[in-house]
């Protein structure tokens, strides 16, 4: 049975709008079942959170060869038993504040007084303190005579009193026992799960193991598993140390300051910090509008807000870094909208989990192949490699932004190293585009110019490492993954050659000709080279190879030592034979090297090289550049005279064999 051309192509073209509906109908009924089944998956969750950070202690443990149960148990035991500590203090230090914000009434009765006075009546802030007033007006109930209808009272309403039922016993208890019995049951649960977490651990690891897909590379899928928990643990450690310490200097310093109740603010402000980016902020709330309540002046409020305006920049701009790393390894736009999401799911248990739930499923993704579209949408990493980055600016005719990075990279590696690793192999995907066809002649002029712009901007950069000379501001992080891929700087990257350091046949005011194959991208690729050898006290000229056919020469031919020859683009092997022997015969002596900037195979290489008979053979602008700054030191070799016409040059007898 045939199938009708016409309706398998409106199939193809309708695919990609069934799969986007498929994978927002997948989204909503995750969300769903997140949602309806929040009473189970919110013990689970901090159940399975809760055991990243017991499993070190659980391991010193089993160490000192105590049995896993046991182990286990006594653990979750001394855990479990400093929560219901902090518990009844929390409980207890709320008591007591509840029953003290009476005294604190009439002060901040006086302060408003005060600060209306001071605002005579007009402006901003008395239109603020005018509002708040009238609503206070609003809220309060009305006197007691108006309710009961007196006949003095302006109104006289029916009174009518409803009288409940008698409730029965199952509703009492429900009424007083449930707001007791549902944490309890939670806290419970909980409970239960960690133990059986912390004892079945191995077991759960090879089955998520087995949902992985890692039974066809059991030890790749192993190591990956492992990581993400020891990464996972590391941190929920390092940030639980983290908050604990923030905690205790927060309420130790409200103590100092003679806030009301420190102990308590300092265990909100531990368990607030888990709120990323607000929750210093929240937690810093209730203590100013205690102090404002508490002292007569303003001096207690003004420490208060300075203890947190000090402690909290240290914690996260100094102490983070150094316990686990710069950032938690996700996108600040994530970390909002995770928070956003997960509130939204879970109310105010889901805005603490946000942060560690999603560092959860990045690590997955990062680890799990099938997963890896987690790390893209929630991770702090780029999405697109140095050079693709590098070649999308160029499409979207964005040259500063290229260039603003460059100088970013330029302060930790060499220029060199950045044409090499960013900019050239931005030019190989240009390059890949050009041979599908996919890049018409006016894209490759607009490309090919916004390239040149940035080598052009770039070529004003020292040579060498510029680390000490820069603002201090760390690089961004695109920047930061572009130094980590690329490694450090190979030695000749430092090294500035002087005329003295020089053969005698290299010390001509241009002994270096840069021939670019054709089209913009080779121009760009010579342009580099150039600039590099340049850079580097070797001068050089330009040439296209069709200007050379067009019969332009350089200038004085016969002070060139070398003559590099620049493709991108793949040529026939016969053509860059006979360009090559076109060159020794035009200028007897000269050293040949030819740049494949596309070519990393080595037996391809060799073939290469044993086929052009050029005297170097590069792949990179390091190599060429190691190449040359070895070769312009060496002894000139004997500059042979042309033989007559018919016969064959000492030359360009190699090329011919």
Not at 106 to 122: C, E, N, P, S
Not at 167 to 181: H, M
Not at 419 to 446: F, I, K, M, W
Request: net charge neutral.
């Amino acid at each position: 049975m045939s199938e009708d051309p016409v309706t398998a192509q409106r199939l193809r073209q309708g695919l990609p709008i069934f799969v986007a509906l498929a994978s927002i109908l997948l989204v909503v009924a995750t969300m769903a079942a997140l949602y309806l089944a929040r009473e189970i998956l919110v013990p689970v969750t901090l159940a399975i959170l809760l055991s990243f950070v017991l499993v070190p202690a659980v391991r010193v443990l089993r160490r000192l060869r105590v049995p896993r149960a046991p182990a286990v148990l006594l653990v979750v035991v001394i855990v479990f038993g400093a929560l219901f500590g902090i518990g009844s203090l929390i409980a207890s230090e709320a008591s007591q504040l509840a029953s003290d914000l009476p005294r604190y009434t009439q002060v901040m009765r006086t302060k408003i007084k005060d600060l209306r006075g001071a605002t005579a009546g007009t402006g901003t802030l008395s239109r603020i303190v005018d509002m708040v007033q009238d609503l206070s007006a609003t809220l309060q109930p009305p006197p007691a005579a108006e309710v009961r209808g007196e006949p003095g009272s302006r109104t006289h309403p029916l009174t009518v009193e409803l009288t409940p039922a008698r409730a029965s016993v199952v509703d009492t208890l429900q009424t007083f026992a449930g707001p007791i019995l549902h944490p309890l049951a939670t806290t419970g649960l909980i409970l239960i799960f960690t133990i059986f977490i912390l004892l079945q651990r191995e077991d759960l690891r090879n089955r998520a193991i087995r949902l992985a897909g890692g039974s066809g590379d059991l030890r790749r899928t192993t190591a990956a598993i492992d990581d993400a928990t020891s990464r996972l643990s590391r941190f929920f450690l390092a940030q639980l140390a983290l908050n604990i310490a923030f905690g205790l200097v927060i309420g130790l310093g409200l103590w100092v300051i003679g806030v009301p109740s420190p102990t308590l603010f300092g265990v909100l402000a531990a368990i607030l910090r888990f709120v990323p980016y607000i929750g210093a902020a929240i937690s810093a709330l209730l203590p100013l509008i205690l102090a404002a309540a508490v002292d007569p002046g303003w001096s207690m409020v003004i420490a208060t807000a300075a203890l947190f305006l000090v402690v909290e920049p240290i914690c996260g701009h100094v102490v983070e870094p150094l316990l686990y790393g710069h950032s938690t390894g996700l996108s600040p736009v994530a970390v909002i909208l995770a928070a956003t999401i997960w509130t939204f799911l879970w109310g105010p248990i889901g805005l603490v989990l946000a942060t560690p739930l999603t560092v959860c499923l990045v690590v997955l993704g990062r680890h799990v192949e099938r997963l890896w579209y987690l790390d893209v949408l929630l991770g702090d990493q780029p999405a697109l490699s140095p050079p693709e980055i590098f070649y999308q600016r160029m499409l979207a005719g964005d040259p500063v932004e290229a260039i603003d990075q460059g100088w970013q990279f330029l302060k930790e590696r060499a220029l060199v190293t950045y044409y090499d690793e960013v900019a050239l192999a931005g030019l190989l995907l240009a390059q890949e585009d050009l041979s599908r066809g996919t890049l018409d002649r006016a894209r490759q002029e607009e490309v090919g110019a916004a390239i040149r712009t940035v080598v052009d901007r770039l070529g004003t950069a020292p040579v060498g490492r510029r680390s000490r000379r820069g603002s201090g501001r760390g690089p961004d992080t695109e920047t930061a993954a572009a130094l980590a891929a690329v490694g450090p700087d190979r030695k000749v990257a430092g090294i500035v050659l002087e005329r003295e350091d020089l053969a005698p046949n290299w010390r001509s005011a241009t002994p270096v000709l840069c021939v670019s194959s054709r089209g913009p991208f080779d121009e760009a690729a010579t342009l580099m080279l150039s600039q590099i050898l340049a850079r580097h006290g070797l001068a050089s000229q330009i040439l296209s190879m069709a200007a050379i056919r067009a019969g332009e020469r350089p200038e004085n031919p016969d002070g060139l030592a070398l003559i590099c020859f620049s493709y991108l683009e793949p040529v026939s092997l016969s053509q860059i034979r006979f360009t090559v022997r076109q060159a020794r015969a035009a200028v007897p002596g000269v050293r040949i090297m030819v740049g494949f900037w596309r070519e990393r195979d080595p037996a391809t290489l060799e073939r290469l090289r044993r086929a052009t008979s050029a005297d170097f053979l590069v792949t990179s602008l390091n190599e060429a550049l190691s190449a040359v700054l070895g070769a312009c030191r060496e002894p000139a070799p004997p500059r042979l005279v042309p033989a007559p016409v018919g016969t064959p040059s000492e030359a360009a007898r190699p090329a011919a064999a």
